[in-house]
């Protein structure tokens, strides 16, 4: 139990740390440091090095948390908080899939024909998506962790 329990939070320390690093430091330094053509060009590299480690993440954490879900008896076994962690967990995931299948595929696309405002209509859509997933992401750690003892 205590290696999926690592494996897991290994994956939300990555994915969640990831996306607050991200969001709240590289965002505003880039905007404030870089003109349009490079800083899409910055985001589009940075997507490509930190994506492949989401979703391995994202492969800890269903593993890691159905390994740990049918180690305590199933989910009928479950406390409220972790059904809550569960589906907060596969909504980011969605929310992820639509960043990278569609919007991230935008901007690629658009970075690659030059076509700067169209890239950074396609960044603003990923930044709000991020911006949801992170405090989706926080709130679920607050879930799991507070609702041992109130839910």
């Known amino acids: 139990m205590q290696f999926w329990l690592l494996l897991h939070l290994l994956g939300v320390i990555v994915w969640v740390g990831g996306m607050f690093f991200a969001y709240m430091a590289l965002r505003p330094a880039a905007a404030q440091l870089l003109d349009p053509p ?15 480690w989401v979703w391995l993440s994202i ?10 879900i049918f180690a305590m008896g199933g989910f009928k076994a479950l406390p ?7 589906g907060l967990g596969l909504l980011m995931m969605l929310i992820f899939a ?7 595929g935008k901007l690629k ?17 990923i930044r709000m998506l ?11 750690v607050g879930v799991v962790t507070l609702g041992r003892t109130i839910l």
Do not use: C
């Open 80 to 86: 409220v908080s972790v059904h809550a962690m569960l």
């Open 130 to 140: 991020v911006g949801i997933n992170l405090s989706l992401g926080l709130v679920t």
């Open 98 to 104: 639509h960043v990278f299948f569609a919007a991230y």
């Open 59 to 68: 492969v800890f954490i269903l593993s890691s948390g159905f390994a740990m």
């Open 109 to 125: 696309r658009h970075v690659t024909a030059e076509d700067w405002p169209a890239a950074g209509a396609a960044l603003a859509q």
């Open 38 to 52: 490079p800083r899409l060009k910055l985001w589009r590299g940075v997507f490509a090095k930190f994506f492949p």
